[in-house]
Protein backbone atom coordinates (compact mmCIF):
# COMPACT_ATOMS: atom_id res chain seq x y z
CA UNK A 1 0.00 0.00 0.00
CA UNK A 2 3.05 2.50 1.09
CA UNK A 3 4.68 1.56 -2.20
CA UNK A 4 1.44 2.61 -4.68
CA UNK A 5 0.76 5.89 -2.53
CA UNK A 6 4.68 6.49 -3.54
CA UNK A 7 3.93 5.23 -7.03
CA UNK A 8 0.63 7.81 -7.11
CA UNK A 9 2.52 10.45 -5.42
CA UNK A 10 5.59 10.53 -8.08
CA UNK A 11 3.72 10.68 -10.89
CA UNK A 12 3.41 13.04 -13.28
CA UNK A 13 0.01 15.10 -13.38
CA UNK A 14 -2.16 15.05 -16.12
CA UNK A 15 -0.90 18.54 -17.64
CA UNK A 16 1.36 21.16 -16.77
CA UNK A 17 0.20 23.94 -14.31
CA UNK A 18 -0.27 27.49 -15.67
CA UNK A 19 3.41 28.54 -13.98
CA UNK A 20 4.62 25.78 -15.94
CA UNK A 21 3.04 27.10 -19.45
CA UNK A 22 5.10 29.89 -18.75
CA UNK A 23 8.25 28.33 -18.33
CA UNK A 24 7.66 26.10 -21.07
CA UNK A 25 6.56 28.64 -23.61
CA UNK A 26 9.68 30.69 -23.03
CA UNK A 27 12.26 27.71 -23.50
CA UNK A 28 10.11 27.22 -27.48
CA UNK A 29 10.86 30.56 -27.91
CA UNK A 30 14.73 30.10 -27.21
CA UNK A 31 14.98 27.62 -29.34
CA UNK A 32 13.03 29.22 -32.29
CA UNK A 33 15.83 31.75 -31.63
CA UNK A 34 18.16 29.17 -32.26
CA UNK A 35 17.35 27.30 -35.29
CA UNK A 36 19.47 28.34 -38.71
CA UNK A 37 18.19 30.21 -40.93
CA UNK A 38 17.25 27.43 -43.71
CA UNK A 39 15.61 25.02 -41.54
CA UNK A 40 13.55 27.98 -40.20
CA UNK A 41 12.44 28.82 -43.36
CA UNK A 42 11.91 25.11 -44.52
CA UNK A 43 9.64 24.97 -41.36
CA UNK A 44 7.76 27.99 -42.43
CA UNK A 45 7.23 26.93 -45.72
CA UNK A 46 5.37 24.16 -44.37
CA UNK A 47 3.62 25.88 -41.79
CA UNK A 48 2.16 27.71 -44.65
CA UNK A 49 1.18 24.57 -47.04
CA UNK A 50 0.03 23.04 -43.28
CA UNK A 51 -2.49 26.13 -42.74
CA UNK A 52 -3.19 26.31 -46.41
CA UNK A 53 -4.31 22.44 -46.53
CA UNK A 54 -6.57 23.43 -43.14
CA UNK A 55 -8.35 25.92 -45.09
CA UNK A 56 -8.90 23.74 -48.50
CA UNK A 57 -10.56 20.95 -46.37
CA UNK A 58 -12.93 24.18 -44.95
CA UNK A 59 -13.81 25.15 -48.88
CA UNK A 60 -14.90 21.54 -49.40
CA UNK A 61 -17.60 22.26 -46.25
CA UNK A 62 -18.31 25.73 -48.18
CA UNK A 63 -18.74 24.49 -51.22
CA UNK A 64 -22.10 22.86 -50.59
CA UNK A 65 -24.93 25.34 -50.17
CA UNK A 66 -27.00 23.52 -48.47
CA UNK A 67 -26.08 24.14 -45.02
CA UNK A 68 -27.08 26.63 -42.83
CA UNK A 69 -24.79 29.54 -41.79
CA UNK A 70 -24.39 27.91 -38.68
CA UNK A 71 -23.73 24.91 -39.19
CA UNK A 72 -21.20 25.67 -42.23
CA UNK A 73 -19.22 27.92 -40.26
CA UNK A 74 -19.06 25.28 -37.28
CA UNK A 75 -18.01 22.56 -39.72
CA UNK A 76 -15.70 24.83 -41.51
CA UNK A 77 -14.11 25.57 -38.46
CA UNK A 78 -13.43 22.21 -37.51
CA UNK A 79 -12.30 20.94 -40.68
CA UNK A 80 -9.56 24.20 -40.80
CA UNK A 81 -8.24 23.18 -37.26
CA UNK A 82 -6.31 20.40 -39.66
CA UNK A 83 -4.18 22.73 -40.24
CA UNK A 84 -2.85 24.12 -37.09
CA UNK A 85 -3.12 20.65 -35.42
CA UNK A 86 -0.50 19.46 -37.75
CA UNK A 87 1.49 22.69 -36.74
CA UNK A 88 1.57 21.53 -33.30
CA UNK A 89 2.06 18.13 -33.55
CA UNK A 90 4.47 17.78 -36.50
CA UNK A 91 6.43 20.66 -35.77
CA UNK A 92 6.19 24.05 -38.19
CA UNK A 93 6.88 27.80 -38.03
CA UNK A 94 3.64 29.75 -37.99
CA UNK A 95 3.67 33.39 -37.35
CA UNK A 96 0.87 34.24 -35.60
CA UNK A 97 1.98 31.06 -32.97
CA UNK A 98 5.28 32.50 -33.08
CA UNK A 99 3.79 35.91 -31.36
CA UNK A 100 4.43 34.38 -28.50
CA UNK A 101 7.91 34.43 -28.51
CA UNK A 102 7.61 38.06 -26.68
CA UNK A 103 7.30 36.23 -23.40
CA UNK A 104 10.98 35.15 -23.18
CA UNK A 105 11.82 38.86 -25.02
CA UNK A 106 10.51 40.43 -21.79
CA UNK A 107 12.38 38.20 -19.36
CA UNK A 108 15.88 39.65 -21.89
CA UNK A 109 16.06 35.33 -21.95
CA UNK A 110 15.96 36.41 -26.21
CA UNK A 111 16.65 39.99 -27.71
CA UNK A 112 14.06 41.68 -29.30
CA UNK A 113 16.34 41.57 -32.53
CA UNK A 114 15.93 38.30 -32.79
CA UNK A 115 12.16 38.08 -32.56
CA UNK A 116 11.82 40.30 -35.47
CA UNK A 117 14.01 38.19 -37.20
CA UNK A 118 12.58 34.94 -36.71
CA UNK A 119 9.19 36.93 -37.46
CA UNK A 120 10.20 38.17 -40.84
CA UNK A 121 11.96 34.94 -41.63
CA UNK A 122 8.66 32.91 -40.76
CA UNK A 123 6.48 34.90 -41.93
CA UNK A 124 8.06 35.07 -45.80
CA UNK A 125 8.28 31.13 -45.49
CA UNK A 126 4.29 31.11 -44.21
CA UNK A 127 3.55 33.14 -47.61
CA UNK A 128 5.71 31.35 -49.99
CA UNK A 129 4.14 27.93 -48.23
CA UNK A 130 0.46 29.25 -49.03
CA UNK A 131 1.09 29.98 -52.66
CA UNK A 132 2.89 26.42 -52.92
CA UNK A 133 -0.69 25.10 -52.26
CA UNK A 134 -2.53 27.48 -54.78
CA UNK A 135 -0.63 26.73 -57.41
CA UNK A 136 -1.38 22.65 -56.95
CA UNK A 137 -5.03 23.56 -56.39
CA UNK A 138 -5.30 25.53 -59.56
CA UNK A 139 -3.27 22.63 -61.49
CA UNK A 140 -5.59 20.20 -59.85
CA UNK A 141 -9.04 22.28 -60.93
CA UNK A 142 -10.28 21.87 -57.16
CA UNK A 143 -12.66 24.48 -57.82
CA UNK A 144 -14.33 23.02 -60.14
CA UNK A 145 -15.84 20.19 -57.43
CA UNK A 146 -19.42 19.62 -57.13
CA UNK A 147 -20.05 21.91 -59.88
CA UNK A 148 -17.96 24.65 -60.16
CA UNK A 149 -19.75 25.30 -55.97
CA UNK A 150 -16.07 24.85 -54.51
CA UNK A 151 -14.47 27.81 -56.71
CA UNK A 152 -17.80 29.40 -55.86
CA UNK A 153 -16.53 29.31 -52.03
CA UNK A 154 -13.22 30.32 -52.74
CA UNK A 155 -14.49 33.29 -54.63
CA UNK A 156 -17.24 34.23 -52.28
CA UNK A 157 -14.59 33.86 -49.05
CA UNK A 158 -11.74 36.14 -50.83
CA UNK A 159 -14.85 38.89 -51.84
CA UNK A 160 -16.52 38.72 -48.08
CA UNK A 161 -12.57 39.53 -46.64
CA UNK A 162 -11.27 41.94 -48.82
CA UNK A 163 -14.85 43.82 -48.40
CA UNK A 164 -14.48 44.19 -44.84
CA UNK A 165 -13.92 47.92 -43.44
CA UNK A 166 -9.66 48.94 -41.92
CA UNK A 167 -11.35 48.67 -38.69
CA UNK A 168 -12.76 45.48 -38.68
CA UNK A 169 -10.11 43.69 -40.43
CA UNK A 170 -8.01 44.49 -37.44
CA UNK A 171 -9.76 43.92 -34.58
CA UNK A 172 -11.10 40.55 -36.15
CA UNK A 173 -7.33 40.08 -36.54
CA UNK A 174 -6.95 40.64 -32.99
CA UNK A 175 -9.45 38.09 -31.77
CA UNK A 176 -8.31 35.39 -33.80
CA UNK A 177 -4.89 35.52 -33.18
CA UNK A 178 -5.99 35.77 -29.09
CA UNK A 179 -8.03 32.40 -29.90
CA UNK A 180 -4.80 31.11 -31.88
CA UNK A 181 -2.55 31.70 -29.30
CA UNK A 182 -4.38 30.52 -26.65
CA UNK A 183 -4.49 27.16 -28.42
CA UNK A 184 -0.69 26.89 -28.77
CA UNK A 185 -0.44 28.16 -25.33
CA UNK A 186 -2.70 25.66 -23.56
CA UNK A 187 -1.05 23.28 -26.14
CA UNK A 188 2.34 23.20 -24.19
CA UNK A 189 -0.07 21.88 -21.12
CA UNK A 190 -0.62 18.88 -23.17
CA UNK A 191 1.71 15.50 -22.65
CA UNK A 192 0.39 13.74 -25.33
CA UNK A 193 -0.63 13.99 -28.85
CA UNK A 194 -4.61 13.61 -27.90
CA UNK A 195 -4.14 16.29 -25.32
CA UNK A 196 -2.65 18.86 -27.89
CA UNK A 197 -5.93 17.92 -30.59
CA UNK A 198 -8.05 18.59 -27.58
CA UNK A 199 -6.90 21.98 -26.50
CA UNK A 200 -6.73 22.93 -30.07
CA UNK A 201 -9.41 22.07 -32.11
CA UNK A 202 -12.29 24.18 -30.09
CA UNK A 203 -10.63 27.42 -30.41
CA UNK A 204 -9.70 27.25 -33.56
CA UNK A 205 -13.39 26.53 -34.41
CA UNK A 206 -13.96 29.47 -32.81
CA UNK A 207 -12.29 31.54 -34.53
CA UNK A 208 -12.89 30.56 -37.42
CA UNK A 209 -17.01 30.10 -37.26
CA UNK A 210 -16.67 33.84 -35.80
CA UNK A 211 -15.32 35.30 -38.70
CA UNK A 212 -12.01 36.39 -37.40
CA UNK A 213 -9.07 37.27 -39.72
CA UNK A 214 -5.75 35.16 -39.31
CA UNK A 215 -3.23 36.52 -41.67
CA UNK A 216 -1.56 33.24 -42.76
CA UNK A 217 -4.61 31.50 -43.82
CA UNK A 218 -5.72 34.74 -45.63
CA UNK A 219 -2.30 34.17 -47.29
CA UNK A 220 -4.22 31.20 -48.70
CA UNK A 221 -7.50 32.16 -49.28
CA UNK A 222 -7.23 35.53 -51.18
CA UNK A 223 -4.78 34.51 -53.36
CA UNK A 224 -6.84 31.47 -54.02
CA UNK A 225 -10.06 33.23 -54.68
CA UNK A 226 -8.50 35.54 -56.60
CA UNK A 227 -7.02 33.39 -59.11
CA UNK A 228 -10.39 30.87 -59.28
CA UNK A 229 -11.97 34.51 -60.08
CA UNK A 230 -9.54 35.28 -62.88
CA UNK A 231 -9.39 31.53 -64.50
CA UNK A 232 -12.46 30.07 -63.10
CA UNK A 233 -14.92 32.73 -63.35
CA UNK A 234 -18.25 32.49 -61.26
CA UNK A 235 -19.89 29.56 -61.46
CA UNK A 236 -23.61 29.32 -62.07
CA UNK A 237 -26.18 33.10 -61.96
CA UNK A 238 -24.69 36.00 -60.40
CA UNK A 239 -25.93 39.89 -60.07
CA UNK A 240 -23.85 41.25 -62.73
CA UNK A 241 -23.43 43.95 -60.25
CA UNK A 242 -21.92 42.04 -57.85
CA UNK A 243 -19.48 40.21 -61.07
CA UNK A 244 -18.71 43.78 -61.18
CA UNK A 245 -17.82 44.71 -57.22
CA UNK A 246 -16.05 41.25 -57.17
CA UNK A 247 -13.43 42.48 -60.08
CA UNK A 248 -13.01 45.53 -58.63
CA UNK A 249 -11.30 44.30 -55.38
CA UNK A 250 -10.02 40.67 -55.92
CA UNK A 251 -6.69 41.61 -56.94
CA UNK A 252 -3.37 41.95 -55.46
CA UNK A 253 -4.18 45.43 -54.02
CA UNK A 254 -6.73 43.77 -52.08
CA UNK A 255 -5.27 41.00 -50.97
CA UNK A 256 -2.39 42.89 -49.36
CA UNK A 257 -4.83 45.40 -47.92
CA UNK A 258 -6.39 42.70 -45.48
CA UNK A 259 -3.37 40.86 -44.94
CA UNK A 260 -1.63 43.86 -44.01
CA UNK A 261 -4.62 45.04 -41.30
CA UNK A 262 -4.84 41.33 -40.23
CA UNK A 263 -1.26 40.85 -39.61
CA UNK A 264 -0.94 44.05 -36.90
CA UNK A 265 -4.19 42.55 -35.21
CA UNK A 266 -2.64 39.07 -35.04
CA UNK A 267 0.18 40.56 -33.28
CA UNK A 268 -1.53 42.30 -31.02
CA UNK A 269 -4.08 39.52 -29.77
CA UNK A 270 -1.33 36.98 -29.66
CA UNK A 271 1.87 39.04 -28.42
CA UNK A 272 -0.15 41.50 -26.41
CA UNK A 273 -3.44 39.75 -25.28
CA UNK A 274 -1.56 36.25 -24.99
CA UNK A 275 2.12 36.15 -24.44
CA UNK A 276 2.23 39.49 -22.73
CA UNK A 277 -0.59 39.07 -20.26
CA UNK A 278 0.99 36.01 -18.99
CA UNK A 279 4.54 37.28 -18.64
CA UNK A 280 2.44 39.83 -16.13
CA UNK A 281 0.96 37.45 -14.18
CA UNK A 282 3.99 34.89 -14.05
CA UNK A 283 7.38 36.19 -14.80
CA UNK A 284 8.22 36.70 -11.30
CA UNK A 285 6.83 33.53 -10.36
CA UNK A 286 8.91 31.69 -13.14
Not at 1 to 29: G, H, I
Not at 73 to 93: D, N, R, T, W, Y
Not at 239 to 245: G, H, R, S, V
Amino acid sequence: MEELKKEVTAAKPDCRSAAALFAQAQNVAIGKTKLAALPAFALSVMAGMLIATGATFMLLVKGDSMLSFAVSQVLGGLAFSLGLLCVIVAGAELFTGNCLMVCAAADRKISWGAVLKNWALVYVGNLVGSLVIVGILLGANFAGMNNGAVGNAMINVAYSKISLAPEAIFFRGIMCNWLVCLAVWMGFAGRTVIDKVFTTIFPVMAFVACGFEHCVANMFFLPMGIAAFNTCGYAGDIDPAKLDAMAQVLNAGGACYNIGLATLGNIVGGAIMVGMMYWIAYHKKA
